[in-house]
């Protein structure tokens, strides 16, 4: 069954991180080779940080955007895993080892799956 854990935190505490130096990342490596070795990983992704998002909403027709995220939030999405486990418990313990729920938030949500006729199965 697939998951995904979406990564909840504080942006600010990322913005000293460089991305050109391993130190910095090595936690996060680690994390995503455990999960490569464990036959779990699917995909994941850092994402920009919030000044690069745009919201898009659609009322009576008309789009309309604006510039950043939906919400203010304490905590911001800052980046994704899609894996692929038995059940939510196992989803439940590769959160918990993330890097990101050290000081952040790890939210997990099952992925819903369609059938070809586009009901829930």
């Known amino acids: 069954m697939q998951y995904l854990l979406l990564i909840y935190g504080d942006e600010k505490a990322w913005e000293g991180m460089d991305p050109e130096d391993p130190g910095d990342l090595t936690a996060w490596n680690e994390y995503t080779q455990w999960l490569k070795d464990a036959g779990s990983y699917v995909a994941g992704d850092a994402l920009a940080p919030t000044t690069a998002a745009t919201s898009v909403r659609v009322r009576d027709g008309q789009t309309m955007t604006t510039d950043g995220p939906f919400a203010e939030t304490k905590e911001q999405l800052g980046g994704y895993y899609l ?8 989803a439940l313990a590769a959160a918990a080892r993330c890097p990101g729920a050290l000081g952040g938030t790890m939210e997990v949500r099952p992925v819903q799956v369609f059938d070809d006729e586009g009901n829930p199965s």
Do not use: A, F, S, T
Not at 83 to 90: E, F, M, R, S, T
């Open 83 to 90: 894996i692929d486990v038995g059940n939510l418990d196992d």
